[in-house]
Structure formats: C-alpha cells, structure tokens
C-alpha cells in the first residue's frame, strides 16, 4: 500500500489569506520565472479533490491524507473561506471517496472556536487527526494547552508543521524539541512532525529514537533535496533509515510541489520506489548499506498504515 500522509486540498486560494497567497506568489514567480509560474499557479489553483484522485491514480497512490491549513490569526486577516467551510470540505472529500482519502481536521488552536471545530470534525465530520501550524504559539504555551487535551482525549494523531520554511514561518518554532512537552504531559498523543523537521534532522532523529511509538516524521517538501543535491538527499535517508526505520513515511505537500520545473509527483514518489544508493558509495567500505525493497515499502506506506491503523 503507498500512502502520502501530507497533502492539502481546497476549493479554491480564497482559502487561505490574501497575505499569504501574494506572498507565496511573489516566491514562485522570483524562483520559476513568469512562464514557469504560470504553470505553476493554474495547477496550485486546481487543488480540489477529484484532481488529486485523478494524480493519485496516475501516480500509483492507494490513499492521502488531506489537511486543511488556518494562517488566519498569523496573518491578520481572515480567509474568503472561512476556516470551518474549509475543514467541511476535507469532510466532504473524504465521504466522496472513503477509500482513497484520510481527512485531518485543521485549526489554530488559538482561535476562541477552535476546541468546538476539532470536535465537530473528528465527532460529526469522522476527521482521522489534526493538523496545526505552530507558527503563532509554543506547543508547550498555556493558553493552547485545552485544545491538546481534547486532542489526546479524542486518540486521534497529530501532524505538526516542523522545521525551517520562508516567512510567515517561524524557524524557532518549527524546532521539534518543543513536541517532547506534548509527549510527556499526555500520554495517547501520537505526533508525525512534518518535513522530517528539516534543518533539525538530527535532534528530530535522536527524539524519535526515544519516543518510539509515539513521534513519527513525513518527508513532505524534501522534493526540494531530491532535486538540487541528491546526493544528500541519499545519505540523509539512508541515516533515518538506519536510527529509525519505522518512523519515516512518505508525503508530498501536493499541491505545493507537484509540476516541472520542481520534481512532479510521479517522479517523486517513482524515485522513491526506486530509492539506490550508488555502487561507489557502497563499496567505500564506510558501511554504508543500499536500501532494501522492504526499507522503501517502509517508507512508502507501511509505517504509514501501522501508524494510522490502517
């Protein structure tokens, strides 16, 4: 089974803030060139579920897991989809095809409606987990401590964005050592940190190895390594597949990264169906091993469906 427990649906970019969108747009349009952008932009607008079905079928794809996003509070300003209509809809796909989508339930925590929205989603709705964006709070901060209870009494994962990203994200806050709070304080909270915590792979790695069970990692946005220096792409997933193989599950951030000039989505998930570690590397005698069929179904999906129970 091949699963991508990272991917984000919508009914169109007024879901997210007009801030964030020129913001990203103007990203985009620097790093691709206007030609390429435009490419880019018509697909990221496309974002609904029966595209990602149609790419999830020409890719070899059995399920995704879709997570809404609330940048509201972060950016000051509210989205022309408002946060709730944004969460039905991840509902909505996932009743359309039951089969293929796994629906996250999303929402600052720090919203005064935000206990009422999880519930309604995992309750009502039957959402499989939360997704949040620590990028206007601490895990570990007060006042966002009601909303982690409700999650650890609902006994649904949680997938928190980790690691370092352009503005509006908040490098310190996507460091992975502030997840140990939850873990401690509540005992059913399972966490996937998102992105792998790039930038923190190692601390990342280490917590991992000592929460066994309990933390996780999704290589969504590593697209970016695999592309531009692939030989440290291979060697920092032969190091997480070494400490910790049972922990790694594929994801792709769809529809951030998914058309040329990036790497597409088939050959995302391709190369990992076909993840070498080159001959030379192997034979340098630094005991550096290849990876096996069972290491890239591992990644691919399986400890995904162990995880989610699946």
Known sequence: MVIDVHTHIFESSGAFPKG???????????????????????????????????EMDEVGIDKSVVLPVDFGIQMREEPKISI??????IAEAQERYPDRIIGFAGVDPLRRDAIDLL?????????????????????????????????????????????????????????????????LRYPKIRIIAAHAA??????????????EGRLYADIAGWQYEYQRSHWHFLLKMRYLMDRIPGAI??????????????????????????????EGVVQLGLGIRDFSEEQ???ILGENARSMLGI
């Open 119 to 183: 519930e309604k989603g995992v309750k009502k709705w039957g959402l499989k987990g939360v997704k949040l964006m620590a990028s206007t709070f601490s895990v570990g901060d007060a006042e966002v401590q009601p909303f982690m209870f409700k999650v650890n009494e609902l006994g649904v994962p949680l997938l928190i964005h980790t690691g370092t990203d352009p503005i509006p994200y908040h490098v310190e806050l996507g460091n992975p050592a502030q997840l140990d709070t939850l873990l």
């Open 198 to 211: 790039k930038g923190y792979e190692e601390l990342m790695t280490g917590m991992i190895k000592v929460r």
């Open 249 to 278: 599950m594929m994801g792709s951030d769809w529809p951030f990264i998914k058309t040329s000039p990036y790497i597409t989505h088939k050959e995302w998930f391709d190369g990992l169906r076909n993840l070498k570690m080159p």
């Open 20 to 54: 964030f969108i020129d913001g990203m747009y103007e990203f985009k349009r620097r790093d691709l060139g206007e030609e390429k952008f435009e490419v880019w932009v018509q697909h990221f607008e496309n974002a609904r579920v029966e595209n990602l079905i149609k």
């Open 84 to 89: 709730w209509r944004a969460n039905e809809y």
């Open 296 to 298: 890239k179904n591992m």
